[in-house]
């Protein structure tokens, strides 16, 4: 049985952020892949003879969503070619409408290109003085970075792009706050054995996080320009996340989805166990815990880091609500309470 997490960010009318659907996959070397999800804002079905099942998500509101497609003789390349046959591939997720308006980008760029011009010495531009004399944003200039407009240096440019081929360069000279990159809305996290995980909207991609034990301070997993790499992380921090909070739920094919696989036509949840089954009519059945509501959202705290910040050499500490100040208390507290989006 190979399967596949597909990440759908739906958004709502009005927003200026972009929607997305994402799948991963852990198989082989992985599988990330970023694309322009239906017109009717839900997760594709792929057709019956496919051989593919997927889980039904209940959609109420904007927010980020997941759903798990499972194919007991399908190969991945194969699978994904059903999935997402007729999307369009968005090989460069337009980040510039990740809660920023477009025209913020022309004219942070401008004043950047002329504080270079008119600057005495050969020294970088200290982000610090950008952000107090101008109007950029953190945000801004990390987009501007992953654009290639700009490039950044320095003990705190980790939130950027390492490879960026700009030519104005700039010295992140101060911590940034997770909460000036980071959407609300668009940050997931969880409390793992060791420390806690994040999965979050960032520069359009979805990006997986860790923790340092010992303080606030957030890394990437993978590398800013590697998002093709991430596949293996996400998946991993899907699966756990499911296996957390999620519901015992049977993937089915898409003419039992339109019939309601939950009705009369289904076999009960507690008589699946978790391989397939077959009902009388030779249907295919599958069951896993699936979070079938949007995902669980926070507000973006600590600062943006490198895994270079943490003390390594401390021994490993299980997360709890007496040695981690936000605890799994806090996690679970974001189930009961509902996010504005």
């Not at 594709?44 to 980020?64: E, H, K, L, W, Y």
């Not at 942070?108 to 011009?117: A, H």
Request: net charge positive; glycine share 8%; charged share 25%.
């Amino acid at each position: 049985m190979q399967c596949i997490f597909a990440v759908l960010l739906r958004v709502a009318w009005w927003s200026s952020t972009t929607k997305l659907l994402v799948l991963v996959s852990p198989y082989q070397t992985g599988y990330y892949g970023v694309y322009d999800p239906p017109t009717n804002g839900r997760f594709p079905r792929p057709d019956d003879d496919s051989d593919i099942m997927m889980s039904v998500n209940r959609f109420m509101q904007p927010g980020t969503y997941n759903a798990l497609y499972c194919s007991p003789n399908m190969e991945l390349s194969q699978m994904i070619s059903r999935i997402v046959g007729g999307l369009t591939q968005v090989m460069e997720p337009k980040n510039s409408l990740f809660g920023v308006k477009k025209g913020k980008f022309e004219s942070c760029y401008e004043s950047i290109r002329i504080r270079n011009k008119a600057k005495l010495k050969p020294d970088a531009l200290k982000m610090s003085e950008i952000i107090r004399d101008t109007s950029c944003t953190e945000k801004v200039i990390a987009s501007l970075a992953s654009g290639n407009k700009i490039s950044i240096h320095g003990m705190y440019s980790s939130f950027s792009p390492s490879r960026s081929t700009g030519t104005l360069f700039i010295e992140a000279d101060k911590p940034i706050p997770m909460s000036k990159l980071i959407m609300r809305g668009h940050f997931f996290p969880r409390p793992g054995t060791y420390r806690w995980r994040a999965m979050a909207w960032y520069l359009g991609h979805l990006r997986v996080f860790g923790k340092c034990t010992d303080k606030d301070v957030w890394f990437l997993l993978d590398d800013i320009g590697d998002e093709w790499k991430s596949g293996k992380s996400i998946y991993r921090f899907l699966s756990v996340l499911n296996d957390e909070v999620g519901k015992d739920t049977i993937l089915t094919k898409k003419s039992k989805i339109l019939r309601r696989p939950w009705g009369d036509a289904a076999p009960r949840i507690s008589k699946i166990d978790s391989t397939t089954a077959q009902s009388g009519d030779g249907t295919h059945y599958y069951k896993q815990k699936i979070m079938l509501g949007r995902f669980p959202a926070s507000k973006p705290w600590g600062t943006f880091g490198s895994h270079i910040d943490c003390a390594e050499l401390d021994p490993p500490v299980v997360l709890s609500s007496k040695n981690d100040r936000f605890g799994k208390k806090r996690f679970k507290n974001l189930h009961k309470k509902k996010e504005t989006h």
